[in-house]
């Protein structure tokens, strides 16, 4: 015992390597950029105070984000998702997989889930003992159920999911904005002191180095920023992106795709003025999700869509089912459409065949 918790202790300080060593190369690019370029060499008064102001309101955002993404305690699922007393006696006794299967599906008939595993079966977690609600993985470094996974990232020291996503996304933005800001503004004076315009000093080494490593970061930021704002759009995580969520009728990777607006609303909110700020404003409740029952991309064209639509007998008599009413958050989501209008299923928009006629009928987990 005495050893694992030492190993342990090990590696929870390992961990925080990679935050200390971003932390010193921001602390450094900072004293190089304040100190050494904008006092120490820059002559001019205006152009100091220019540069100050910018750089300050880029590092404020850029720590801001960072410091949200790194100490925000990851989601986990509520112990409504936890199997009652008796039936994780019953459960832990039982051998026999389809027998343990019944008892998870008799549990989990009153409980939002809309995805399966690979083989049908209820999503279980056996080693935090809990239902797995939708989207929700576990983490292995952090040893717990995380909702709405997207990965653990060792540079945050953090998992990534529901409660922090968005500072995520934030956050590195921000950090193309501070890196790109650095290696604009430094250029000219990196120039000039690699042709020896500027007399050599020992702001010359600092000046040099901070452009070097401001495009590198930008550069490798960059690919990642754009990969994430892609999956924003698509309403998936990285995980979902790997490996596609399986519904009831199989696997759908645009099984949560809601229309570009409302997928980037889901991760940013409701209210535009709080997009940019490193505040909570993703709506839903990290369990409750609302879901495509068609097994097509939303953002695929009209004719596309109808096509898919016929091969999947999508048909009139699905919108006579009932449905259980949406949450608050989903209700926002989808306004008072039942059709995806802004992606081409609403006949508003597009001449649909009148032989055809489409409806996309919404799973609700509330």
């Known amino acids: 015992m005495a050893p694992s918790h030492i190993l342990r202790c090990c590696q929870r300080v390992l961990a925080w390597v990679p935050v200390v060593f971003i932390a010193l190369v921001v602390c450094w690019s900072y004293y190089a950029y304040v100190v050494e370029l904008c006092i120490l060499t820059i002559m001019n008064t205006g152009e100091k105070i220019v540069y100050l102001v910018i750089f300050h309101l880029s590092f404020v955002m850029f720590v801001w984000s960072y410091w949200k993404t790194i100490f925000s305690k990851p989601a986990n699922p509520s112990k409504d998702f936890c199997l009652p007393k008796a039936d994780k006696e019953q459960f832990e006794r039982e051998e026999r997989p389809e027998l343990q299967q019944e008892i998870l599906r008799r549990v989990a008939k009153d409980l939002p889930l809309s995805t399966r595993t690979g083989t049908g079966a209820i999503r279980y977690c056996d080693r935090c003992q809990v239902i797995k609600p939708d989207r929700c993985h576990h983490c292995s470094a952090c040893d717990m159920c995380v909702l709405k996974m997207d990965h653990h990232c060792p540079w945050v020291n953090n998992c990534v999911g529901f409660s922090n996503y968005k500072f995520f996304i934030l956050f590195l933005a921000y950090s193309l904005i501070y890196c790109l800001f650095i290696a604009a503004t430094v250029l000219q004076y990196f120039i000039k002191f690699w042709t020896n315009e500027l007399p050599d000093s020992h702001a010359k080494f600092h000046v040099l180095f901070l452009f070097f490593v401001a495009a590198m970061f930008f550069i490798s930021v960059l690919s990642l920023f754009s990969y994430h704002c892609w999956l924003v759009a698509k309403n998936r995580s990285t995980i979902e992106a790997f490996r596609a969520p399986v519904f009831r009728g199989g696997p759908d990777k645009n099984g949560f795709s809601l229309g570009f607006s409302k997928n980037v609303k889901e991760v940013f909110g409701d209210e535009k003025k709080y997009w940019l700020l490193p505040l909570f404003t993703s709506l839903g409740d990290g369990v409750n999700y609302t879901t495509r029952l068609v097994h097509v991309d939303v953002e695929q064209p009209a004719s596309d869509t109808q096509s898919a639509s016929a091969r999947c007998n999508i048909t009139e008599n699905q919108s006579s089912h009932s449905s259980r009413p949406l949450s608050e958050s989903q209700n926002r989501l989808l306004g008072n459409e039942h059709h995806y209008s802004e992606d081409g ?19 609700s987990d509330s």
């Not at 299923?345 to 919404?362: R, W």
Request: glycine fraction near 6%; avoid cysteine; aromatic fraction near 0%.
């Open 345 to 363: 299923l609403n006949g508003n928009n597009h001449n649909i065949d009148a032989n055809h006629s489409v409806a996309v009928s919404l799973e």
